[in-house]
């Protein structure tokens, strides 16, 4: 087996620069989550037919399963 270590020299430069990328970063998330394309949470209804769908197609495969998604769907 073969083992490698490093260790990083932190300076005033490297810290500067690792501060600008975090602020980098927040910005880039902030401005993704303002342009979201993310699809709209189901209802009750959907996901309960979406459960019990899942629960169909794991019934002959994995029906414990497929039993604990029936059980999750009738709970909403």
């Given at each position: ?23 980098i970063a ?6 993704q ?44």
């Open positions: 087996m073969m083992y490698s270590t490093t260790f990083r020299q932190h300076s005033v430069t490297s810290r500067t620069l690792e501060a600008m990328a975090d602020a927040r910005g880039f998330v902030q401005l989550s303002l342009f979201s394309l993310a699809p709209a949470a189901p209802t009750p209804a959907e996901a309960r037919a979406q459960l019990l769908q899942m629960a169909d197609a794991y019934e002959s495969s994995q029906p414990s399963y497929a039993a604990d998604l029936r059980a999750a769907a009738s709970r909403h």
